[in-house]
């Protein structure tokens, strides 16, 4: 499954780095996607980034706030969030998606059989 990991509590304004990996799986060529579950609502889509790490889809809520990156060698995909508010908070899980689809469509629909992980949780309050 995947792991996500780096969430916490943070100030309006403050920074977090999400990371995103899948011990057992090697996620190289798969289209990496981050969605955010907020309390009481569905799991959506925020971002995608490509295979090989040089395209990316952003939703337009996070769109100049969140940065994504993958780094090969650890076999991990990166969320780099700045500027947080209190609408980004949730539970932030990562899963393989369809590139096409995703970075051309924004359409988070999920590939592969790694199964979802726990999530790791992001909390924007002051």
């Known amino acids: 499954q995947f792991v996500e990991s780096g969430g916490g509590y943070v100030q309006p304004g403050g920074s977090l780095r999400l990371s995103c990996t899948a011990p057992?799986?090697?996620?190289?060529?798969?289209?990496i996607g981050w969605f955010r579950q907020a309390p009481g609502k569905e799991r959506q889509g925020i971002s995608c980034?490509?295979?090989?790490?040089?395209?990316?889809n952003y939703a337009d809520s996070v769109k100049g706030r969140f940065t994504l990156s993958r780094d090969k060698a650890k076999n991990t995909v990166y969320l780099q969030m700045n500027n947080l508010n209190s609408e980004d908070t949730g539970i932030y899980f990562c899963g393989a998606v369809s590139e096409g689809l995703c970075l051309t469509h924004g359409d988070y629909r999920r590939v592969g059989n790694i199964n979802w992980g726990p999530g790791t949780q992001v909390t924007v309050s002051s």
């Open positions: 980034i490509s295979g090989g790490g040089s395209s990316f």
């Open positions: 057992g799986y090697r996620l190289d060529g798969y289209a």
